[in-house]
């Protein structure tokens, strides 16, 4: 069963980018689309965007702006980069696979563990 | 801008039937999933393409959706079920609904 688990800092300073990666394992990053997706402590979740193997991406309309997603084939990863962090941008930020990028046929399984990022000076 | 809304809590108790609603403008025109999630864990899918369970997701779980309604349904509810419990739906972009948490009494 593939495993996803998420690493970077657990604390980013406002104004600053926030940076993650996520590890695909016990399977192939390919002919998938890879997620993240967050929810702020005590809320909702909440998808931000995702990638397919092949580089194509889709975004979040609300956060299109400060996001940047991208794939490592060669090392199973890929990564979210969010800019101009603020005190609401502090989440458990997910990753997670889905069969498609777009459309009605977007549902996630599996999820990786999740990773607590507060953004505080 | 296109929402999913549900019933901040459903409580039920252990054998019964749970049911948990997830609403939106002609949602029945589009696929809905559903994901549990106890405290402290990741969401885990439990109903996908409206009414499909994945593997290893218990047969008690069910799913449906029409006119503007999408509906999980536990029957024979078990302690194990309480849990926070959320419908997502894909309308421009993904949309995930506020969340159901389910109390077993």
């Known amino acids: 069963q593939v495993q996803l688990q998420e690493s970077g800092p657990g604390l980013v300073k406002p104004s600053e980018t926030l940076s993650l990666a996520c590890t695909v394992s016990?399977?192939?990053?390919?002919?998938?689309?890879w997620n993240w997706i967050r929810q702020p402590p005590g809320k909702g979740l909440e998808w931000i965007a995702n990638i397919h193997y092949s580089g194509s991406t889709n975004y979040n309309p609300s956060l299109k702006s400060r996001v940047t997603i991208s794939v490592d084939t060669s090392k199973s990863q890929f990564s979210l980069k969010l800019s101009s962090v603020t005190a609401a941008d502090t989440a458990v930020y997910y990753c997670a696979r889905s069969s498609d990028g777009s459309g009605s046929f977007v549902w996630f399984d599996p999820w990786g563990q999740g990773t607590l990022v507060t953004v505080s000076s | 801008s296109y929402e999913l809304t549900q019933p901040p809590s459903v409580s039920v108790s252990p054998g019964q039937t749970a049911t948990i609603t997830c609403s939106g403008d002609k949602l029945g025109d589009k696929y809905a999933s559903w994901y549990k999630q106890k405290p402290g864990q990741s969401p885990v899918l439990v109903i996908y393409q409206d009414k499909k369970r994945p593997s290893g997701i218990p047969e008690r779980f069910s799913g449906s959706n029409s006119g503007n309604t999408a509906t999980l349904t536990i029957s024979g509810t078990q302690a194990m079920d309480e849990a926070d419990y959320y419908c997502?739906?894909?309308?421009?972009?993904?949309?995930f609904g506020g969340g159901t948490k389910l109390t077993v009494l």
């Open positions: 997502q739906a894909w309308d421009s972009s993904v949309l």
């Open positions: 016990r399977g192939s990053i390919s002919n998938y689309h």
